[in-house]
């Protein structure tokens, strides 16, 4: 279905927008080429408080409910606040979908404790949120873009929260989040000459040592510390201006997975043959089975790493988690 003729047809402004959310879910790909039709449709259809406040609580609903649809409200959040041109006295767009989040916020240290229903549901609003920190742009007066300084916040009180209730899903989601927005929260940290992540790392080693959650969770915590210490997977800039690239990094392939041909021949992406190589490996196996594109469903029923944990640890996993607990033990002794 086309949203190219308007609210033709809608009787009210939810169910044009929730169709329009439900069209999005199905087609993705549609947003570049709907979304201004769509702002200009609900430009004039949104003229009172009461429609703006309705038009955010859609979008929120949809956004913490819809599994994967957090990365896609958030664009179409960041869209809309720029696009929408009714600014009542209760608030613009921006600031009613940030109040919105304000109200699920305050209630953070109940839904951590809640059961697993209002865990879920935590769960959900904390994921959205750090999509809004990556998307939401915010325009300053000399036309520079900024992120949302008060998610920031926000997100760190939220991590918080979560390695204060160590269990199981929490710790799950305190991973998505990390994994999600680690390497833009720890610039943002640096830049402001906090070491934030520092502390974050230590209570994840500390969850580690004496949380009574699940090894295979354990792992995961591990994990995320390995990506932290890699820099959150990110090759090392040569300059700040200058983007690396093969000619002007020698450390370039530095980060690169090493693979195989059917030979067993090692090469990496700084073989000149790559391509045609990977191409290869690529057709003898499925590397990729279950692969989502904004990487939200992290622990969807496709993905290999997180069903491998559900195995037993493999030996060398389970020797370098002995190791990290023997190390830990060891420091806190001194």
């Not at 043959?273 to 029923?301: C, H, I, T, V």
Request: glycine letters at 6%; aromatic letters at 10%; proline letters at 4%.
């Amino acid at each position: 279905s086309s949203f190219e003729d308007g609210y033709d047809g809608y009787l009210t402004l939810a169910e044009y927008v929730q169709d329009f959310l439900n069209h999005l879910a199905e087609q993705p790909g549609c947003f570049e080429t709907e979304i201004e039709q769509f702002a200009e449709t609900v430009n004039g259809w949104v003229t009172a408080d009461e429609t703006l406040q309705e038009l955010v609580e859609l979008i929120y609903q949809q956004a913490t409910s819809v599994p994967n649809f957090s990365y896609m409200g958030a664009r179409l959040c960041n869209y809309l606040s720029h696009h929408l041109t009714i600014s009542p006295q209760s608030g613009n767009f921006r600031q009613l979908l940030l109040q919105r989040c304000q109200t699920e916020y305050e209630n953070r240290d109940e839904a951590a404790k809640g059961d697993e229903t209002a865990q879920k549901q935590f769960h959900a609003f904390v994921l959205f949120l750090a999509e809004l920190y990556l998307n939401l742009e915010i325009k300053g007066t000399k036309g520079q873009v900024t992120r949302a300084e008060i998610l920031q916040e926000g997100l760190r009180e939220l991590l918080n929260v979560l390695f204060s209730n160590p269990v199981d899903n929490n710790l799950m989601c305190a991973v998505k989040l990390l994994k999600l927005t680690g390497s833009v929260l720890e610039d943002a940290w640096k830049e402001k000459g906090k070491n934030d992540m520092e502390e974050m790392i230590q209570r994840i080693e500390n969850v580690v040592l004496d949380a009574n959650c699940s090894r295979d969770v354990k792992h995961m915590l591990l994990k995320v510390v390995e990506l932290r210490s890699s820099n959150w997977g990110r090759v090392h800039e040569t300059s700040p201006h200058a983007k690396a690239t093969p000619e002007n990094d020698p450390n370039y392939f530095m980060n690169e997975p090493t693979f195989y041909t059917s030979d067993g021949v090692p090469f990496t992406a700084a073989d000149p043959d790559y391509q045609e190589k990977y191409q290869e490996l690529l057709e003898r196996e499925d590397l990729f089975p279950d692969y989502e594109e904004n990487g939200m469903a992290l622990s969807g029923p496709g993905d290999q790493y997180f069903n491998d944990l559900d195995n037993k640890m493999d030996p060398e996993i389970e020797e370098a988690y002995e190791k990290f607990c023997l190390e830990s033990e060891h420091k806190r002794k001194q």
